[in-house]
Every structure is written in structure tokens, then in C-alpha cells.
């Protein structure tokens, strides 16, 4: 059951329960989500359709996928509860919006829609700030020859990632991305595969997860685009009953970069590598031509490093410090500041966030309902 196909604003409270009853919310639409029982209820139940309490809407706390949380008003012949709590969140990520991420995939399209090397790195930059192990999966490789295929891995490679080729249709990489799921989460966790549309995230699920049947469409247009197929973020087990969840995603084209100029160096692996040794002469070093830079310009990504700095300089300081991001604090969401953004940043563990600074690309706001 979906929750708009229920038409009903509040479940039936019928029959009052225990607040232990805990679970993860496994999918959002609107104002309901599913909610995956950590224990199957009467009648092997293990998922119910729930609402949020008015209470903790007024905390401010948005629930989102990922989120772990106390159900209470719960109808067990009808399926249906409230959300009355939410657990304190290892980290979120605020597009797309997933809590406790234990690893991310970045997945563009070698072909349809073309590779665009500035949006990968956006990608890449937004995932580098949860500040988890991160994965670049390179789709669509039946589409290419083996010198292309092996041309785009070594030009992926200096960026500090190990680009790893699938395809749906042939099977390649398919067993190794499996494998690098499993080993990288320990067997747990939710890994999210996130990128623009149309570059097979649902694909790959489906090829991952037997049965799973998720719905994909062609990419359409002289651009080669996506069709925003998939509409809302949802986690599936990667194996039944286990506890590695995986979470299909809506493909939007514009990541946004970080509000913080520090932020965004540190999410390039070779800036990183490059300051291991000892940091430049200014600590606010941009990295450009600053005097004393131990970072330089000798590095493939440069120029694109580059005009991602230009674009958060020219963007307004209020916008920066009011879209860089959440964290919760006394029960309350609040907006964090930069210099709490970068903090959190360093924070192995529990961070709270991964900002957004542009506005949203209108591109990226999916069409209406057929
Ligand atoms: N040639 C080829 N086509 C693929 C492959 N994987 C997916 N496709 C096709 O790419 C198109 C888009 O696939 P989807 O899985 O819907 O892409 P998506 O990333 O989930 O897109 P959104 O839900 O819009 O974000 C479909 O026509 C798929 O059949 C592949 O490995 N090779
Ligand atoms: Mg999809
Ligand atoms: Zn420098």
C-alpha cells in the first residue's frame, strides 16, 4: 500500500502499544512512511504505514529515510502507527536526504546521458562530506570499447577513487559491486547510490537484488536524459532479511557544493593527499596561486576544483551560512553555521550533515505525474 493510495491523514489509534516498538523508516512519501519493524508484530507484521505525531512535528525534526524511530498508536490488522520518537542520527545527507549513511555510490553513465566530468565532481564532493566510504561506479560499460573504457579509468584514477565499470545488460562488475558493498559496510548499514538520472541506479538494484523489479525507463531527448523515474528515496535489503540496506534514489543533474571553501578542498582526494605532509603557508590557503601553497596546480582536477571555488565565492555569504546544513541539537534542528559545518566535517563518526548551497537546478525538479 502506498500512502497516498490509503487517503488518510492520521492512522486509526486504535488499541494503545508500547512505546518500544522501534523500527527504520525504509521509505517517505509526503507525510507518511513505511516503517521496517526491528521485531515482526502479530501475524509476522513487518512493516506498518505511519504518520507523524504532532508532537514531534513541532520539534522541527523531519523524518528521513534511514532515521531509526519509536512507533506508538499502532493497528496492527490495519498495518498503520505513528512515528512519536526519533533516534539521535550518525549523519544525514541532506540530497539525496538519507540518514545513517555508512557508504555512498556515486554512479554516472559512461554513455546516455554523456559523462560530464564537473558533475561527477560535484557528486563526488556532496558524498565526500558524509565523511564515509565512497565508491565511483562507472555505468553503462557495454556501451563502450575496451581501449575507451580503459582510457576513462585511468583518467578517473589521479582523482583518488578506484573506478569500478558495470553493466546491467553483460554483468559486468556486477559480483564486485556486490562485493565492495558487503565488505566495505561489514555486512550492515545503508550504502546509497546516488547521480543524475538515467544512469541505471534502479538497474543496478534490480541486478543486485533478484525479484526486486524496480521500475526504469529510457533516457529520452537530444541530451540523452534521464526521466526522473524514480520519484522517492527507498531503502531494499541486499539480501532477505539482511541487514545491508541499499537505497534507490531520484537522479537530479546539480549537486550543490559546500558552503565552506575549506569543506570543498578537503573533499578532494588529491588536496588531502598533498597536505598529508604538512599544510600551506596560510590557513586559508585557496589553493590557486596563494604564495606558500603546498597544493599547486599539477594535479588532473584542477580546473575543476577551481571553478567550484569560484561558484561558492561568487555565491552570497548569507545564502552560505543559512543552506550550509543542519545538525539537532536539544531536540531542535537548527541551521549550522560554517565554521560548525567544517567541525562537523573533521568529525569521524557522528556527523550531522552534508550541505546544499545552490538553489535547485529547475532541470532537476521531476516532471508531474503522467
Ligand atoms: N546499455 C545499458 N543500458 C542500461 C544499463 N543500465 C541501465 N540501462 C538503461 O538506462 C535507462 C535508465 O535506467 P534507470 O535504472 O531507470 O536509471 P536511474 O538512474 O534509476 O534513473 P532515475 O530513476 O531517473 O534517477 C534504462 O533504459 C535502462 O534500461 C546498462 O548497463 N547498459
Ligand atoms: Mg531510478
Ligand atoms: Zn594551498
Redesign the pocket.
Known sequence: MSATDSGCSEPPGAGASPPSIKGRVVALEANFCQVQLDHPGPQGVLRLLCTRRTRLAKTGLQVSVGDRVGLEGVDWGAGRAAVASLEPRNNLLVRPAVANVTQVLVVVALVEPELDPLQLTRFLVTAEAAGVPLQLVLSKADRLNPEELAAWVERLHPWGYDPLLVSTLSGQGIAELRSRLVKSSCGGGIAVLCGPSGVG??SLLNALIPGLE?R?AAVSGRLQRGRH??RHVELHALEAGGDLLVA?TP?FNRPALPADLVQLASAFPEVRQRLQEGGCRFANCRHLEDPGCRVGRDWPRHPLYRRCLEEIEASPPLNRRSQGGTRQKGGREEPLLEGQWRQASRRQGRQELVGELSPPDPEDSAPGPP
Do not use: C, N, Q, R
Request: proline fraction near 0%; avoid cysteine.
Open positions: 541506479k534502479s524496480l526504469v523515474t524514480t534507490d537522479g
